[in-house]
C-alpha cells in the first residue's frame, strides 16, 4: 500500500511569489490534515478535510493560504503571496475511522519551503 | 495555554543506555496520546499510542511509553537504545469532539536523540 505522498519535496521561491503544495494521502482516507513546523518549533496544525469538506481550518494562519481537497482525493496547499515566515516543513497526515476513536494519523514526507 | 511539552530538547547518549523522554501535556479530560519518530531523511512514523485500558504501551522496535494520568504524563522509554535509534521522537496528544467531528494532533516541540556508537 503506498502511503501519504507530498510534491515537491523541496521549494525555494522569493518573497511575495506563489506555491502550491500537493499532498496524496494514502487511498481510501476521507480524513486529511496539513501541519507545519517552523525551524526548531513544535509541529502545528493547520487544518483538517474530511473528504473535500473542510472539517477544522482553525490553524491556517491567515487568508494568504489556500488549501483545497477537489473530489475528496488529493489536496493541495497555496500560499500567495508568500512571506518570509512561511519558510518551514509542510507536513500532509492522513487517517480513516476517526469517529471510532481509534484513528491514527499517517504521514508524508513533508515539504521543505524555503522562502527568501 | 493547553499545551504539549517535551522538555528534553536534545538527548546524547550511548549504545546499551537506557533511555525515558519526558511528555507532558495539559489537556483535561480524555486524550489520546501519541510517540512519533522522524528518522534522518524519513518521514514521521508512528512508534505507539494509547487511547485506553493499560497505562503501559509497547510499541516497535523495543519503545514504551507511560500514560501516568496524575502526572499527566506520557513518557517515553527504551531500557538499551541502539545507534540506529537516533532521530527526532515527537509526543502529540489528540483532541477533538467527536459530535462535530473535529480532531486535531497537538505535538511538543521534538527532542533529538543521538546515539553514540
Known amino acids: 500500500e503506498a502511503g501519504v505522498t507530498q510534491f515537491p519535496s523541496h521549494s525555494v521561491i522569493e518573497k511575495g511569489q506563489t506555491v502550491t503544495l500537493r499532498c496524496d494521502p494514502i487511498?481510501?482516507?476521507?480524513?486529511l490534515y496539513w501541519y507545519r513546523r517552523v525551524m526548531g518549533k513544535e509541529i502545528k496544525f493547520l487544518l483538517h478535510?474530511?473528504?473535500?469538506?473542510?472539517?477544522?481550518e482553525s490553524g491556517m494562519p491567515n487568508n494568504r493560504f489556500l488549501a483545497e481537497r477537489t473530489g475528496g482525493t488529493y489536496s493541495t496547499l497555496k500560499v500567495q503571496p508568500a512571506e518570509l515566515e512561511d519558510s518551514g516543513v509542510y507536513f500532509c497526515a492522513s487517517s480513516q475511522d476517526f469517529l471510532a476513536g481509534l484513528e491514527t494519523q499517517y504521514f508524508g514526507p513533508g515539504t521543505r519551503l524555503l522562502v527568501l | 495555554a493547553q499545551s504539549v511539552s517535551q522538555h528534553n530538547h536534545h538527548v546524547i547518549l550511548s549504545e546499551a543506555a537506557s533511555l525515558e523522554l519526558g511528555c507532558n501535556y495539559s489537556?483535561?479530560?480524555?486524550?489520546?496520546l501519541f510517540w512519533y519518530v522522524q528518522y534522518p531523511g524519513q518521514h514521521l512514523q508512528l512508534l505507539l499510542k494509547y487511547f485506553s485500558g493499560d497505562p503501559l504501551v509497547k510499541g516497535i522496535k523495543g519503545f514504551e511509553a507511560e500514560f501516568i494520568k496524575s502526572k499527566f504524563s506520557f513518557n517515553l522509554r527504551k531500557p538499551s537504545v541502539q545507534w540506529s535509534d537516533t532521530a527526532e521522537y515527537f509526543c502529540a496528544v489528540k483532541r477533538g469532539r467527536a459530535t462535530s467531528g473535529t480532531y486535531k494532533y497537538i505535538f511538543g516541540t521534538g527532542t533529538r536523540l543521538k546515539v553514540l556508537a
Open positions: 487511498s481510501g482516507h476521507d480524513n
Open positions: 478535510f474530511v473528504k473535500e469538506s473542510k472539517q477544522d
Open positions: 489537556y483535561g479530560g480524555t486524550v489520546n
